[in-house]
């Protein structure tokens, strides 16, 4: 599932959608893809709150994709499954890992963040947004049935 990056919400707006405490954002409040971008590389390198960090987030993956276009439609998490001994086996490294080993410097100033998965989700999204492409599903965010 989605997280409103997509549509150029912010990322409390965007949580308040999916937890259902408001209907859908009106389109005052989304941005336009410009615009989106520039918000988000406005972000501050200190956030003092979540669309801050969020943003500030989105920022270092976008860097990342613009240093490493081959990996903008990574999933956001690494993908795998359980082995015999139920442990996590990596079958497809995710955005996360791919910027702790290509971008070691900027992984560190993500990690700092201290992020939601549902930010990360988002971070990811909103990154993608900036290079035209699709969303990806937010890891934070389940689907039932």
């Not at 590389?41 to 994709?65: I, N, Q």
């Not at 990596?90 to 080993?101: D, I, Q, S, T």
């Not at 993608?128 to 990806?136: A, H, V």
């Amino acid at each position: 599932m989605v997280d409103g990056a997509d549509q150029g919400v912010k990322p409390t707006r965007a949580l308040e959608t999916i937890l259902g405490n408001s209907g859908q954002p009106a389109e005052e409040e989304k941005m336009d893809p410009v615009e989106f971008e520039q918000w988000i590389l406005a972000a501050p390198d200190r956030p003092a709150t979540y669309d801050d960090a969020a943003r500030a987030a989105a920022k270092h993956v976008l860097t990342f994709f613009r240093a490493f276009p081959q990996y903008a439609t990574a999933p956001a998490d690494a993908e795998g499954a359980l082995n015999a001994n139920d442990e996590f086996v990596m079958v497809k490294p995710g955005v996360y890992n791919l910027m702790e080993e290509y971008m070691p410097e900027t992984f560190k100033r993500l990690e700092r963040l201290e992020l939601t998965g549902f930010m990360w989700g988002y971070a990811v999204n909103a990154a993608r947004r900036c290079c035209e492409l699709p969303p990806t599903n937010n890891p934070a965010i389940l689907t039932l049935g």
